[in-house]
Structure formats: C-alpha cells, structure tokens
C-alpha cells in the first residue's frame, strides 16, 4: 500500500501533489506551531494570552453566593484614622493591648478561630510592655483557638530559626511522591515576640498563595515546605488551610499526591489538581459590611448577573441602561463582595462598649468613657464613634484580621481585578472559601487541547479547501464564537480551565493558510491556464477562464464548433527552392499576422499549426451564437491581408486556402500516460479540411481564384450578414452524401453597421 501511494505520488505534479495534500500540510504545520506554547519566546506570549483571557472569563463571570462563616475583620481606613483609637492606643502600628480586646471579644461571642492576618514580629514593645502583656494575656485566657501568620522568606541560605518548632502542624500524611505537585517552600522564618511564644497562640504561614507568569495571584499555596527538599515532617498548612482545620492539631490531614487532593478527618477529599487554582468569588474588597442593627447586608440582582454573564457586550448594555437611567447603579457595587467585612475599631468599640463600665480600673477604660460622655454632652452636634457588633452575630463563625486600609504596603497584590490593589486578606478568605465548597479550578489535560486543535485544524482546512471563501470565513467565525462560549461555561458551571488561545488560534491560522494557500493554487492554476491557453485563445476569452476556470472542462467531450483549416499553396517548392532561414522567416511573419487576426481580432482559438497549415475553432471553451460569423470574417480579414502580401514586390507571392465548417466534434485531450495532447476529432474536422482543399480544385474549374469556402451549416448562421456566391455541390472524400459549398465574399450592406470587425486593407509586414 505504501509503495503504490508512494508511485502515486511520484507520478504527480509539485503542484498537484500540494493541491491534494495541502489540507494535511497545513494541519501538520499548524500542530507543529502549536507545540511552541511549551518552549521560547513565542511559548510565552501564548501562556500570557491565554493568563489573560482566563482572567477575563473569571472577572466577567462573577458569582455571588453566601460565604461559609468566613468574616473579614478589616485594619482599615476608618481604624487608622479614628480620633478615638489614637487617643486610646496610639498611631499606627497601635499598641498590641488594642488586639488584645479583639481576642477577648470574639471568644466572648463563641467564634470557632480567630486568625490574624498580621505578623506580631519586631521585638518586643518596650515603651510599652504592659500592652504586649496585656495581648498575651487575652490570647492564655481564651478559649477559642487563635492563631497569628509568621513572615517567611525562601532563601538560597538556610536560615530556619527557632520558629519552625511553633508553628502548627496537624497530624499530616502524605500518599505518594511529593515531586509530583508544586511546593511552595519557606526556609526563612522571622520569630513573633518573645512574650507570645509563651502563649496558646498558635502561628501559621500567611504564604497562602502564588502568581502566575505574569505576576497575578492565581494559585493557592495549602502548604509549604521549610526546606527545599520536602518530607512529610516538614510540611505545613498556611493561614487558608489553618483556617478550614479550625487550628485542630487532632484532625488527621492526608496529602494524596496521586490524585491531588487533600482530605480533613472523615471528610470528603478536596481536589487541588496538582495546583491549587483559585475560584474567584466577587470582588470582595469590603463592599458589603455589617450595618449598626448587626444584620449582614448581602445583596444579589439577578439581571446584573445575567448581564454580566454575557461579557463585555453584557457590561456594555448594562452601562448604556444605567446611564438612560433605566436600571439603578447601587445593586454593581454590593454585589462585588461575598465576605462580609467589619471594621477592626467596630470590634474594639463593641468590646470597650460592652465591658468597660465593669473595668473602670483599668486607664482604656476610663478614657473610652469619658470620651463617650463628652460625646454625648454635644447634644446634636456629636459624632458617632463606632458601630455597635452584637456578639451573638459571630457564633461559630471564622475570623481573619488582615488589612485592607488602601495601599497598605506589602499586602496588596495584583489579582484579576487589576491592581496592585487587592488585599491579602481577602485572598486568604477566598482560598478558604474554595476549600469549604471544594471548587478549586481544574485545568483540561493539554491533549485534549491539542485534539480539539487538530479537529479544528481538519475541519478549517476541509472547508477552506473544499467550500467557497465565505464559508469557511462564517464557519471560523462560528467556531471561534461557539468555542469561546463553550470556554466561559466550562468554567462557570464546571469550574474547568480549558486552553482558548491554542484553538482560537488555530482556527484563524488555519483560515488564513489555507486561504493563502488556496489563493496561491488559484493564481498558479491561471498562470498554467494562460500558459496552456494563452498562446491559443484571444484575450477576451483567456479572461473569461480565469474569471471562471470552470468553463474548462478538459477531457474529451462533444461540442458544436466552428472549425477554420487553412493551408499556403504551393508552399512545399517554395520550402525546397529556398534556405530553411528564409523560410522560418516568411512562415513567422505569416504566422503572426494570420495568428493575430484569429487570435486578437476575430476571438477564435488556435489548435494547432500543421507544417503551414493552420487548424482554429470558434466554440470552445465559451459559445456564442455568432461564433460562425467570426470565423467568416476572420477568413475574410486573413485573404485582404494576403492579398496586401502578395502587393509588396518584396515578398514571395503565396495562395492560401481557407474552408470552414460548423458541426459538432470531439474535443479534449487524446493521447496516453506517456503523450496527451489536445485536440479536435470527428466529421466535422476532416470536412473543414477537405472544404480547404477544394478551393484548389474550384479554382481550377473557374477563371478566378476561389479562397474561402464555407459548409451549408456555416452558411446558414451567417446568411443574413455576409454575401456569398454558391459554388454547387461536391461530393468530398470520405462522405458518401453531397455538400453544398459557398464562397463568402463581404458583408451584406444592412449587417455592416452591427458587425465590428472593418473589412479594409492591412499591410502585412514583411
């Protein structure tokens, strides 16, 4: 089988071996490029691109949902710039007795963990030791487990600290090789204070995620290594992981680096796939808050969201009916943030609020209530000092205190909603958001894109090949629209992360090579038609074809034709007599003005040259009714031109004879696997060359020269157009019947105003 392909091909043109295979070409050559996506520079504009368009379906798809009692306890704007926290603890970085009220309230309130997002790190405070005591103080007496991040660094050095024996660490197991998933690793860690070291306070990583390629917050990071090359004793959860264990150091944890995930005691295992890929919910930036009754203020529209599901066109007419006023601009904004944020000073205030009227021994007692009272003293002109957070609103809910006032330096990170403005603190909660609903990202196996690929490769290129242009333009465009959509929903429903730049581009590269190549093959198939043609056929003609090659149909077939046989008298002596030079030399001048007048003038079509014989046709490859008529007045001009021959002393005198006839013949190509030529067969031709013959033997019966003779057929589609003198019947060789025969001699005088091909004189040059 491969031999007989292989002298299948042998036997075919370059150019008809790439017509027929440039479909495989070009899937091949495309499926070459696509692998550039793992390797270079090219590689690595793809990633981005295709990092920039998961940004974008993850922004424009952005689901609301009630959190699983995560709550944000905001550092922000409002506590760093309350007159009253400054008054009670100081400027920022306050005095660490203000978390200490934090701890006290939270365990009042029945949490289940509170966890800062903040590094108690610096050395002791020692202008103000009392505080320090005061927060390690709260941190012993409390009952809910608290837990506080550690900074740490990877280093090439290893610098492990004393830290590492306070972190916490679950009875973690790991199922299989550790080198099969990414680890992230931290081998520099930075101690908390002496003073908290001696406390319950648990410490865990804060390194709770990852960017990608290009710098954005992608990944999530549930646990970390603190040496370069992991074991299981040196593995431990970040804030997000430590967050959902709810700091149980009892809780069996297994790692299953088989199948990438990650199980919590009897719970069902949570995938990570390989790498832990953030499911973005919301914007999350404090939008949403509790207000002073204590209820949460969650607020969902479903025909935003509808909106937004349709991506930017969505957006945009969402934008063009709020700016008409038609749809109410407050819902966008409240629906960006799923996790309810508080503010740290409402904490506070509530605690101070609730407990200070029993502790009036205590100095941040006494001066919140005297600020209270003076507040109160201004009658209507007081200012509201904090929101008061009713306990009971914090029951069995989780807590991470981090910061989130603006441009806080080192926690703001660049994620899909731009940046670098996005606080880590809401990072954290949306990681432990993914761990709680176990919705993690996965991302489709690369095969599956590269056989998405192909198939898209196969069928652009099958089209492209095989349909016209527009087709394949609607069928790109199709594909590229249908696949994208398929995109958005994958991840909306699925949470799948399937590759968009390789197919799209795919797709469009396929499209456009196969549209180059097919243009290419076109402009070759016309410069091979004007080769095979161009030499044989007026340019009127040859315009037509390329315009429509389709009117060729090469291959033998029957046609109605015109058919003109002419021949030089007497040619044979004047060969012998003379040089072959001076005969090359007359047969091309007579060829080129004979030629010329067939080809350029009279629209025929030149078969072939016989010695000096000229064998021409009107009807193939475009009929026309008045092919006859251009045959006739195309002998018509070659005898004038002759006869202004035969006037110049100059040159040998010449006789040509010239008989035509219109009937049907075969026409096509003739010949074998060795030799093809095209050609005219049948009845039809051998009568116009025996009608050519017969001017000789006319011209000796009569007393003048007799010319041009024409077939009773031809004379009947042009008799109401030319003259013609009627020469009688003859019986010609090889015809049993007899033929009528005519002698056209111009134009009838009515027909000259309507035929454009002007009978006067033209000087033959020699």
């Not at 009630?66 to 409002?78: I, K």
Request: charged residues 15%.
């Amino acid at each position: 089988m491969i031999a007989a392909l292989w002298k299948q091909l042998q036997t075919l043109s370059w150019q008809e071996w790439l017509r027929r295979y440039a479909l495989w070409i070009v899937a091949l050559g495309l499926m070459s490029l696509m692998l550039v996506e793992f390797s270079g520079v090219v590689g690595e504009l793809l990633s981005r691109t295709e990092l920039w368009h998961f940004s974008q379906r993850q922004r424009t798809i952005m689901q609301t949902r009630t959190a699983a009692r995560v709550v944000v306890v905001g550092l922000d704007d409002y506590s760093m710039t309350s007159p009253m926290v400054k008054q009670l603890f100081g400027r920022y970085p306050f005095r660490r007795d203000l978390y200490s009220h934090v701890v006290s309230y939270f365990d009042r309130a029945k949490a289940e963990v509170l966890l800062f997002d903040l590094a108690f790190n610096g050395g002791d405070d020692l202008e103000h030791p009392e505080a320090d005591a005061a927060f390690a103080k709260s941190v012993k007496q409390a009952t809910l487990p608290v837990a506080s991040g550690v900074l740490a660094t990877q280093s090439d050095q290893v610098a492990l600290s004393s830290a590492e024996s306070l972190l916490y660490r679950p009875q973690l197991s790991v199922v299989g090789d550790l080198t099969k998933i990414p680890l992230g690793v931290r081998n520099t860690l930075q101690a908390p204070i002496d003073i908290l070291q001696h406390t319950p306070m648990r410490f865990v990583l804060t390194s709770g995620a990852s960017t990608d390629g290009t710098g954005i917050v992608r990944y999530a990071n549930l646990l970390v290594a603190t040496k370069i090359h992991p074991t299981a004793a040196n593995l431990y959860p970040t804030l997000p992981l430590a967050t959902v264990l709810a700091l149980n150091t009892k809780l069996p944890v297994v790692l299953n680096t088989e199948d990438s995930t990650i199980q919590l005691g009897q719970e069902a295992p949570i995938p990570f796939y390989k790498q832990a890929i953030i499911r973005w919910y919301g914007d999350a930036r404090g939008v949403n808050s509790y207000n002073a009754t204590g209820s949460p203020m969650h607020s969902q529209n479903n025909i935003h969201n509808s909106f937004s599901l349709l991506g930017p066109i969505g957006n945009w007419a969402l934008h063009t009916l709020q700016n008409a006023g038609w749809m109410k601009r407050t819902v966008t904004a409240e629906m960006k943030n799923i996790y309810p944020r508080i503010s740290l000073w409402d904490v506070v205030y509530s605690q101070l609020h609730d407990t200070c009227p029993s502790r009036l021994s205590e100095s941040v007692c006494q001066k919140f209530l005297l600020l209270e009272k003076k507040n109160e003293a201004l009658g209507s002109k007081k200012t509201k000092l904090g929101t008061y957070l009713p306990p009971a609103l914090f029951v069995k809910q989780r807590l991470i205190v981090g910061t989130t006032y603006e441009n806080a330096p080192g926690d703001v990170h660049p994620t899909i909603y731009g940046g670098p403005n996005y606080h880590g603190v809401y990072i954290n909660a949306n990681i432990v958001d993914n761990l709680i609903h176990h919705d993690f990202v996965w991302r489709v196996p690369n095969g599956v894109t590269l056989a998405l690929s192909l198939a898209f490769a196969l069928l652009m290129g099958f089209t492209a090949f095989k349909r016209p242009i527009l087709y394949s333009a609607m069928l790109a465009i199709a594909l590229v629209g249908g696949y994208s959509v398929f995109t958005f929903w994958l991840y909306q429903h699925q949470n799948g992360w399937i590759n968009w730049t390789i197919p799209t581009l795919t797709v469009m590269g396929t499209f456009i090579g196969a549209f180059a190549v097919r243009t290419w093959l076109s402009e070759r198939r016309k410069q091979q038609l004007r080769f095979a043609f161009g030499k044989y056929v007026s340019p009127d003609v040859m315009q037509t074809i390329e315009k429509d090659p389709s009117a060729i149909k090469l291959g033998g077939q029957r046609e109605r034709l015109t058919i003109m046989f002419t021949d030089i008298r007497g040619f044979t002596k004047f060969s012998e007599a003379n040089d072959p030079q001076v005969v090359q030399q007359v047969l091309s001048n007579y060829f080129r003005v004979m030629l010329g007048i067939i080809l350029n003038e009279c629209g025929g079509t030149i078969n072939k040259l016989i010695g000096d014989a000229i064998l021409a046709y009107w009807g193939f490859p475009l009929a026309a009714s008045d092919d006859p008529l251009k045959a006739v007045m195309a002998a018509l001009r070659m005898q004038q031109a002759m006869s202004d021959w035969n006037a110049d002393p100059a040159n040998p005198p010449l006789a040509m004879g010239i008989g035509i006839h219109t009937g049907e013949a075969v026409i096509g190509n003739v010949g074998s696997e060795q030799f093809m030529d095209f050609t005219l067969i049948g009845d039809a031709v051998n009568l116009a060359s025996r009608l050519e013959s017969e001017t000789k033997a006319q011209t000796e019966k009569r007393s003048e020269a007799v010319k041009i003779i024409i077939s009773q057929t031809t004379y009947d589609a042009v008799a109401h157009m030319i003259t013609v003198k009627k020469l009688g019947e003859v019986q010609v060789k090889g015809k049993a019947e007899w033929v009528s025969i005519y002698e056209p001699t111009g134009l009838i005088e009515s027909a000259s105003s309507v035929v454009d091909l002007p009978l006067e004189p033209r000087r033959l040059a020699p």
